[in-house]
């Protein structure tokens, strides 16, 4: 799923530059022509190059200073004239939107939007509406975005862009509403897509947790980040305590640059022993670089709630973030397997054997609901559970569970492969190398991991 970025650019001017006519050739030996015909040459380079740079503004011009620093990149010079000039002769909409842009490229939306609102209330228009709306969208000011998107509605009553986002920041509270909105959202692209979804969601048009969790989690595919977070804050405020929706207030937060701690402790504390609530922290904490945290966060998951595939590839891509490869394609692989093939989960394994040097900036794995899990008599699930134990610091009651896997299906690659890390971690050695010999010799997908392991154990000597 993934991060809403909106880029503004800065464009100068260009300018070409032609030359009508034409100079006769002189001959060789008309050494004066050609000295003048040079001489001309060379002016008429000059003068084209000269009208091809932007001159600089001449004094007391103010429109031509700001469009001169405006066309260079010099926002800040381009934004002191404006204000030079609203002091001398007080400030205008058109003033105001200049310095809003101008906040806005600098990367201060926050100054940008007194003035954009100073010239809404002089000259409102469709355009300036919808940049105020998404300005309060992305400072989780959902009310105060309503409000702007009402007025941008009484301007242009089908404007697209008002009718998706108002119908979705209605979605949690008022789906009647919503619904009302979103059923005129029309065009191509995926905004269209999105609010047929979400049409779907809140067909009944009534409101449970299960429902808004569901609202925050098409939202959150769609990468609607703030959005989704208005869904995830309103079930875990009027549904509370709410810890599972309370988690994924921190991570929708935290996938727009934005601090979730508070959110994240808040649901361990409501419930320590929620999988769900650890699976959530395990992706927020890598997504915010914590990849260490992220690993505890995601084995106690599997261990509260073995078997859940989603599980398994969240703590796969962790430990493709932290440069663990052999981990992460064990885990990635056990992932596809017991999910049946799942896409999304074949897409992550794919994604790694691509690149596994990098990991996308954005997860696709965010779940809405904890899901099935998958058949906890499966060998290979008991087996990455007993690893997952293992590594949350038992490892021999891990190295039972995965006994107990050998014993159901003596043959399954992941059993043998965990049994014989597990062995090394216990100084048992010369009892893992004919395990991870048997495993490197024959054709499952965890061979060459096998054999890996062995040439490490050789070299370590």
Do not use: C
Request: aromatic share 8%; charged share 20%.
């Amino acid at each position: 799923m993934a991060l809403l970025v909106i880029i503004f650019g800065i464009f100068g001017t260009l300018f070409f530059v032609s030359q009508d006519g034409s100079t006769p050739i002189p001959s060789p030996d008309n050494t004066d022509s050609v000295q003048a015909i040079a001489e001309v040459s060379t002016a008429s380079a000059t003068a084209t190059v000269a009208r091809a740079t932007p001159l600089p503004p001449t004094p007391f011009d103010t429109e031509t200073e700001y469009r001169y620093h405006r066309s260079q990149d010099e926002l800040m010079v381009a934004l002191y004239h404006i204000e030079a000039e609203a002091e001398r002769s007080g400030w205008t909409a058109e003033a105001h939107i200049r310095a809003g842009n101008l906040w806005r490229d600098i990367g201060n939306p926050d100054r940008a939007l007194p003035h954009w609102e100073a010239a809404n209330t002089t000259e409102p228009s469709a355009n300036l509406l919808r940049q105020i709306a998404t300005t309060y969208i992305n400072r989780s000011e959902w009310h105060i975005a309503w409000q702007r998107i009402q007025s941008l509605l009484e301007l242009a009553p089908n404007d697209t862009w008002a009718l998706y986002h108002g119908g979705m920041i209605l979605a949690p509270y008022d789906p009647v509403t919503a619904y009302g909105y979103l059923g005129q959202v029309s065009g191509a692209g995926d905004e269209v897509q999105t609010a047929q979804q979400m049409l779907t969601v809140i067909a009944d048009q009534t409101t449970s947790s299960d429902v808004i969790l569901r609202i925050g989690g098409l939202l959150a595919s769609a990468e609607e980040w703030s959005l989704a977070e208005n869904a995830y804050q309103y079930a875990a405020d009027f549904y509370y305590p709410f810890p599972e929706a309370t988690a994924y207030v921190g991570l929708m937060r935290i996938l727009q640059g934005k601090n979730g701690d508070a959110s994240i402790s808040e649901a361990l504390f409501l419930n320590p022993n929620s999988a769900l609530v650890n699976y959530v922290t395990g992706v927020y904490w890598r997504s915010a670089g914590e990849y260490a945290q992220s690993e505890r966060a995601l084995l106690t998951a599997i261990v509260l709630q073995p078997g859940n595939p989603t599980f398994f590839a969240e703590l796969g891509n962790t430990y493709r973030a932290m440069g663990n490869p052999l981990e992460a394609e064990t885990w990635l692989q056990t992932a596809v397997l017991i999910s049946d093939n799942d896409p999304v989960i074949v897409n992550a394994l794919n994604d790694f054997y691509i690149d596994s040097s990098t990991l996308p900036q954005v997860q696709t794995l965010v779940q809405i609901e904890d899901g099935e899990p998958a058949d906890l008599s499966d060998a290979s699930v008991i087996s990455a559970n007993g690893w997952a134990v293992h590594l949350s610091g038992d490892s021999e009651a891990g190295l039972a569970q995965i006994e107990e896997a050998l014993a159901l299906e003596p043959d399954n690659p992941r059993a043998q492969f965990d049994k014989a890390r597990i062995l090394i971690a216990l100084d048992r050695t010369e009892e893992a190398i004919p395990v991870l010999t048997n495993l490197a010799e024959g054709d499952s997908v965890l061979a060459p991991a096998a054999q890996q392991v062995l040439d490490e154990q050789e070299t370590d000597g």
